[in-house]
């Protein structure tokens, strides 16, 4: 069965660093891109950015307003691929899901993790 | 931009939910749709303006290109409430969503 495992529910105070992640099984991780989307209660679903694993650089891409915020890595020996902030803010509260591109990242997301819920409060 | 509307579509079971998209710009056929389930993770039902994904039932078609689009589902079924989104990746990054519509079972 193909899917995407992330890890559990965070509460972290803003200014903490935290690091989240998503496994692979089930298809070959390393040749699709695997991307993260957020959702913000009142702000509906965004897409933050991608990676292709399996690249000989793994550079990733990012939706504008998020470079520099977050940083998108993935570990293709682990077939896991992570979201990680090294400030967090109370802005960066909501849910987020590691998706998989069905192509390239011009292509929708065949396949979601069942989310990571992130909760930033002093 | 994506817009959906209705914002909340009360349907009956068995009978037909008709959900639109409009875009700000054309984006081709480049138009997705997910339904998500309270407490689950979207799924992606339609891709391509009309192309269904596996799994998704033949009652769900997608029509339309440019800048508008419809979801139609006939025969709605119980399970099939919840949230539908549009998602255009024509434009990626960043590639956007559509608020949503909630479909009610009146």
């Known amino acids: 069965e193909e899917q995407l495992v992330q890890s559990g529910a965070e509460l972290k105070k803003p200014g903490e660093s935290l690091k989240i992640s998503c496994q692979g099984s089930?298809?070959?991780?390393?040749?699709?891109?695997i991307g993260w989307v957020r959702h913000v209660p009142g702000r509906g679903l965004e897409c933050l950015g991608a990676i292709i694993p399996g690249a000989a650089t793994a550079n990733a891409r990012y939706r504008p307003s998020f470079q520099g915020q977050v940083t998108i890595s993935a570990d293709e020996s682990t077939r896991t691929a992570y979201l990680e902030w090294t400030t967090l803010k109370a802005s960066d509260t909501a849910m987020y899901y590691c998706?998989?591109?069905?192509?390239?990242?011009?292509?929708?997301?065949?396949?979601w993790g069942r989310g990571t819920l992130v909760t930033v409060s002093s | 931009v994506l817009t959906q509307s209705p914002d909340t579509l009360s349907v009956s079971p068995g009978e037909t939910a008709t959900l639109s998209c409009r875009a700000s710009?054309?984006?081709?056929?480049?138009l997705a749709w997910y339904h998500q389930k309270p407490g689950q993770a979207p799924r992606l039902l339609i891709y391509g303006a009309s192309t269904r994904a596996p799994g998704t039932p033949v009652r769900f078609s997608g029509s339309g290109s440019g800048t508008d689009f419809t979801l139609t589902v006939t025969s709605l079924q119980s399970d099939e409430i919840g949230l539908y989104y549009c998602?255009?990746?024509?434009?990626?990054?960043?590639?956007?969503f559509g608020p949503g519509t909630r479909v009610e079972v009146k």
């Open positions: 998706v998989r591109h069905l192509r390239s990242t011009d292509s929708p997301f065949d396949l």
């Open positions: 089930g298809f070959d991780f390393s040749s699709f891109w």
């Open positions: 710009q054309s984006v081709r056929r480049n």
């Open positions: 998602h255009q990746y024509n434009n990626w990054p960043p590639g956007t």
